[in-house]
C-alpha cells in the first residue's frame, strides 16, 4: 500500500509541472496588454517600460515561467494588478468561500444521487425507477445558471425566504457557521448540487443493476443472505466507483463554478477568475488557475489512493 502511495505522488509531479506551463502558456496567449487596466491613456514610454520591469513583462517568456514557477514553490504568486495586493491572500480567501460551497454542494448531489441511484438499480424498469431516471436525467440537462436564476426568482423575490446573494449579511465575505450565513449558502449549494446529483445517480443506477445481475448474488440468495446483507454487498461493490465520480465531481465544482458565484455573488475562486478575466489581471488569473488546478490533482490522487483502500484489487491491477 506505501509503495503505491508513493507512486501516485511521484505520477502527481510531472502533472504539476504540465499544469503550471499550460497555465502560463494559455494565460499569456490572450490578446491584449495586461497593463492597459493601471496606466493613464497618455502613459508615456518611460512609465509603460517602469511597469514591464515591475511585473516582469519585459523579460522572456521562458524566463517568466521559471521567475513564477520558483516563486509559487515558495508560496509567492505575485500581486494583483487591478487591485495591487497579494495574489496568494486573494486567492486563498476565495479558495475557501469556493471550497465551502463546492463540498456543501456535493455533498448534497452525494446523498441524493446515491438515494435515487440505488432505488432506480433495485427496482429496474418501474415507475421507480423511471422517476428517479427522469430526475438525473433533468439534473444533468438544466444549465446551472438558468435554475439559479429561477431559484433566485422563487425564493428571494416571491417568496423573500432567502438572501439572493452573497456569502453573508450585508455582502460580507467573512464566514460563520450560523443562520445568517448559512441562508446564504442554500440557494448557490442547491443550484451547484444538481450536475452531481444527476451523473452519480445515473453511474450508481448503473452500477447497482451490474451488481445485481451477477453470479455471487445469487449464490448470496441462495445461501439464505437477508434483504439487508445482500445490500450491504452491492453497496461495498459500488462504493469505489461511486467515490471517484463523486471526487471528480467535487473537483469540477471547484473550477467550473464561475457561472453560479456570477449569479450569486459569491466571493469565490469563479468569481475572482470573473474579475481577473475582465480586468486582464494576469498575476491574479495565473495564481487562481494554478490553485484550483493544483486542488484537482491532489483530490484525484487522494481519491485513488481512498479507492485502493477500499478495493485493493485495484494496486493489483
Same mark, same amino acid.
Given at each position: ?126 415507475? !421507480?425507477?423511471? &422517476? /428517479? ?11 446551472? %445558471?438558468? $435554475? +439559479? ?85 452491492? !453497496?461495498?461493490? &459500488? /462504493? ?11 473537483? %469540477?465544482? $471547484? +473550477? ?62
Amino acid at each position: 500500500m506505501l509503495s503505491f502511495i508513493f507512486q501516485r505522488v511521484l505520477y502527481t509531479l510531472p502533472i504539476m509541472f504540465g499544469v503550471a506551463l499550460v497555465c502560463f502558456a494559455l494565460v499569456h496567449l490572450a490578446p491584449g496588454d495586461p497593463l492597459v487596466s493601471i496606466m493613464p491613456p497618455d502613459a508615456s514610454q518611460e512609465l509603460q517600460k517602469q511597469l514591464m520591469e515591475i511585473y516582469g513583462f519585459n523579460k522572456s517568456y521562458p524566463e517568466q515561467f521559471i521567475r513564477w514557477g520558483w516563486r509559487a514553490l515558495q508560496g509567492d504568486l505575485g500581486t494583483s494588478i487591478a487591485s495591487g495586493r497579494p495574489v496568494t491572500s486573494e486567492v486563498m480567501r476565495a479558495v475557501g468561500n469556493t471550497f465551502r460551497l463546492a463540498s456543501v454542494a456535493t455533498l448534497i448531489g452525494f446523498v441524493f444521487g446515491c438515494l435515487f441511484g440505488f432505488v432506480a438499480g433495485y427496482f429496474q424498469n418501474s415507475w !421507480v425507477d423511471k &422517476a /428517479a431516471s427522469l430526475t438525473s436525467v433533468l439534473g444533468v440537462s438544466v444549465p446551472h %445558471y438558468w $435554475l +439559479g436564476m429561477v431559484l433566485v426568482i422563487i425564493f428571494s423575490s416571491l417568496l423573500m425566504w432567502l438572501p439572493p446573494n452573497g456569502a453573508g449579511p450585508g455582502g460580507s465575505s467573512d464566514w460563520h457557521w450560523n443562520w445568517e450565513h448559512i441562508k446564504h449558502l442554500i440557494l448557490p449549494a442547491v443550484t451547484m448540487s444538481v450536475i452531481p446529483m444527476g451523473i452519480i445517480s445515473r453511474t450508481v443506477r448503473a452500477l447497482v443493476a451490474e451488481i445485481l445481475s451477477q453470479e455471487f448474488i445469487v449464490g448470496l440468495k441462495a445461501k439464505g443472505l437477508t434483504n439487508v446483507g445482500i445490500f450491504m454487498h452491492v !453497496v461495498k461493490n &459500488a /462504493a469505489p466507483t461511486a467515490l471517484a465520480v463523486m471526487g471528480l465531481q467535487l473537483g %469540477y465544482l $471547484l +473550477g467550473g463554478s464561475i457561472l453560479i458565484e456570477t449569479v450569486f455573488s459569491w466571493p469565490g475562486t469563479g468569481f475572482l477568475l470573473n474579475s481577473a478575466i475582465f480586468q486582464r489581471d494576469l498575476p491574479l488569473l495565473q495564481g487562481t488557475i494554478l490553485v484550483l488546478a493544483t486542488f484537482f490533482v491532489i483530490l484525484n490522487m487522494i481519491v485513488d489512493i481512498i479507492q485502493t483502500m477500499l478495493d485493493p484489487r485495484i494496486a493489483r491491477g
